[in-house]
């Protein structure tokens, strides 16, 4: 086997491997091994047809193409450790016909670590704005607390309102005639809540308990029983409760049943102090977003298209995960977004290049600098990580046995970002709240 590297353009290696006729007919074999059990020719055993018979009955392509799938592996293998290099994607394979009786030559084109060229990305200057917390967000806040610890309760003589959950019996006619799932007995609906077709829940609106009365409703022309699109439809309803939420006082004891704080004061204060960490969360999120798009842009950093492909299959299977866990499939995402997986791909390649050119950018900062890590900043990642996966630190300690090469890697990197981030010129900007995207 020889390999021959032909050159190295937009961080793509291409490589000329040429693999002997000896090699070729060793693979030859092995296909016929393989091929002979899954053949009959009359008068022979199955798996006892000679390789010349077999050859002639069935064409010699039918040992040719297997036969790559022993030969191919081994030298690509054997190629990539005698030109000593490092891959960082699936390689792309281009196969000429092959003989049988001659060298085997096939060439591939593989996805390599790109040349990266610093640039002046120290000291960059940035404009971003505060994010000063309002006496109106603490206000909210506990309003909305106010919303969530409201005392329901009975309404006997008052009328219905927005917001109010009344219990109904119904039933629903077409032209005089009931029709299928248009009864409910008992049902608890919230007004405002937009669960019936729409103009039903409004038509309750001032209803007192033991009232009767009949709403009148069209099914939207898209609702999913042909039978009733478009239909006028009267549904019969009797209110049989009411019941309303009462907001509790904003005093010390309200404080006190909803928190680990005695004081209406104090509770204040914590939701202020909350807001603040998120504010200023999200301030060095967007420094740390700045720094790193403007870095990119005095960078000169090449990646091959497969690494960013690779990028974002990460993303897709994370998205996919995150789906999940809402008891969504990514194909029900699809449906309801009327997109599929090569427009969402494309949604996200931007991102998913951003985030390979930065890794990349790190990297190359961290070798320069030669940032040495200590015994214990290493186990305070893995105290880290082991909260992250709700195990002890020696079960992480194990896990990660293998892979303590990256996170001593992932270590250098996050002090190359904090050295961009401390070496940044920060300045206030008046500018209206941004979105914050993160690239990690």
């Given at each position: 086997m020889q390999a021959k590297l032909e050159k190295i353009e937009n961080s793509e290696a291409h490589i000329e491997i040429e693999v002997s006729n000896e090699r070729v007919e060793e693979g030859l074999q092995q296909a016929y091994r393989k091929v002979v059990k899954q053949v009959s020719i009359p008068g022979f055993r199955k798996g006892k047809v000679p390789r010349e018979l077999l050859e002639r009955h069935f064409g010699k392509e039918v040992l040719l193409q297997e036969a790559l799938e022993f030969i191919v592996p081994d030298a690509y293998e054997k190629a990539i450790e005698e030109l000593d290099i490092e891959v960082l994607a699936q390689p792309e394979f281009d196969f000429p016909e092959i003989d049988g009786d001659q060298p085997f030559t096939f060439k591939v084109r593989v996805a390599v670590k790109p040349e990266v060229k610093l640039g002046d990305i120290e000291g960059i200057e940035l404009s971003v704005p505060e994010f000063p917390v309002k006496d109106e967000e603490i206000e909210q806040r506990l309003e909305d607390m106010r919303a969530r610890y409201a005392q329901v309760v009975e309404k006997v003589d008052e009328a219905a309102s927005l917001g109010d959950t009344v219990t109904i019996d119904f039933e629903g006619f077409v032209d005089d005639v009931p029709f299928d799932g248009g009864q409910g007995e008992d049902y608890a609906l919230e007004l405002g809540s937009n669960t019936f077709i729409p103009g039903f829940e409004e038509q309750l609106l001032g209803l007192k308990t033991g009232d009767s009365t009949d709403v009148k409703?069209?099914?939207?022309?898209?609702?999913?029983?042909?039978d009733l699109a478009g239909q006028a439809a009267v549904f019969k309803?009797?209110?049989?409760?009411?019941?309303?939420?009462?907001?509790?006082?904003?005093?010390?004891?309200?404080?006190?049943?909803?928190?680990?704080?005695?004081?209406?004061?104090?509770?204040?204060?914590?939701?202020?102090?909350?807001?603040?960490?998120?504010?200023?969360?999200?301030?060095?999120?967007?420094?740390?977003?700045?720094?790193?798009?403007k870095a990119l842009e005095?960078?000169?950093?090449?990646?091959?298209?497969?690494?960013?492909?690779?990028?974002?299959?990460?993303?897709?299977?994370?998205?996919?995960?995150?789906?999940?866990?809402?008891?969504?499939?990514?194909?029900?995402?699809?449906?309801?977004?009327?997109?599929?997986?090569?427009?969402?791909?494309?949604?996200?390649?931007?991102?998913?290049?951003?985030?390979?050119?930065?890794?990349?950018?790190?990297?190359?900062?961290?070798?320069?600098?030669?940032?040495?890590?200590?015994?214990?900043?290493?186990?305070?990642?893995?105290?880290?990580?082991?909260?992250?996966?709700?195990?002890?630190?020696?079960?992480?300690?194990?896990?990660?046995?293998?892979?303590?090469?990256?996170?001593?890697?992932?270590?250098?990197?996050?002090?190359?970002?904090?050295?961009?981030?401390?070496?940044?010129?920060?300045?206030?900007?008046?500018?209206?709240?941004?979105?914050?995207?993160?690239?990690?």
């Open positions: 409703v069209t099914f939207p022309e898209s609702y999913h029983a042909p309803v009797e209110v049989k409760k009411i019941e309303g939420r009462q907001l509790r006082d904003l005093d010390d004891t309200f404080a006190q049943e909803v928190s680990q704080l005695d004081t209406i004061a104090e509770l204040r204060d914590d939701i202020k102090k909350e807001l603040s960490d998120m504010a200023e969360y999200k301030r060095k999120e967007l420094i740390k977003n700045q720094v790193i798009e005095k960078c000169e950093i090449v990646v091959a298209d497969a690494v960013v492909q690779a990028q974002v299959q990460h993303m897709l299977q994370e998205f996919e995960q995150r789906m999940s866990f809402q008891g969504i499939s990514l194909q029900q995402y699809y449906q309801l977004t009327n997109s599929n997986e090569e427009q969402f791909s494309n949604k996200i390649w931007p991102e998913a290049e951003k985030i390979v050119k930065s890794n990349f950018m790190l990297e190359k900062l961290m070798d320069e600098k030669g940032f040495e890590i200590s015994d214990e900043e290493v186990d305070k990642r893995i105290e880290e990580i082991a909260q992250s996966m709700n195990v002890d630190i020696e079960t992480a300690k194990e896990n990660l046995s293998d892979a303590m090469d990256k996170v001593i890697i992932g270590l250098k990197m996050d002090k190359a970002l904090e050295l961009l981030i401390d070496s940044a010129v920060v300045t206030v900007s008046q500018s209206e709240d941004p979105v914050v995207e993160s690239v990690e």
